[in-house]
């Protein structure tokens, strides 16, 4: 299970930090995900982080302005977000992929991000 939190309303150029929780056997030897979907646009990627965290990809829309992390401890990812935009606002979700697999099959339930003008 997978279970995001930290969403809200901030204004633009703002930041907040989104964080994910993982249980059930999800997490370790799991890369993580961030991906974003706004009304009536296609789930987008926003960021990534390899299960051990030595790695992290971003995507081209938030590349500069969002990092994404993880505490194998907590069993917790973060995306903390920066210079927000309006063009930002959407509902985020966390996602995990195993290491042996090309896809995430595992989704939290989502947390709205509203960026304000």
């Known amino acids: 299970q997978l279970v995001e939190s930290g969403g809200g309303l901030v204004q633009a150029g703002g930041s907040l930090r989104l964080s994910c929780v993982a249980s059930?056997?999800?997490?370790?030897?799991?890369?993580m995900a961030w991906f974003r979907q706004a009304p009536g646009k296609d789930r987008e990627f926003v960021a990534a982080i390899t299960w051990n965290g030595e790695s992290t990809y971003d995507g081209d829309i938030v590349k500069g302005r969002f990092t994404t992390s993880r505490d194998n401890v907590k069993n917790t990812v973060y995306l903390q977000m920066n210079s927000l935009k309006p063009e930002d606002t959407a509902v985020y979700y966390c996602?995990?992929?195993?290491?042996?697999?090309?896809?995430?099959?595992?989704w939290g339930q989502g947390t709205q991000v509203t960026v304000s003008s």
């Open positions: 059930g056997g999800i997490f370790r030897m799991h890369d």
């Open positions: 996602a995990a992929r195993p290491i042996v697999t090309s896809s995430y099959n595992s």
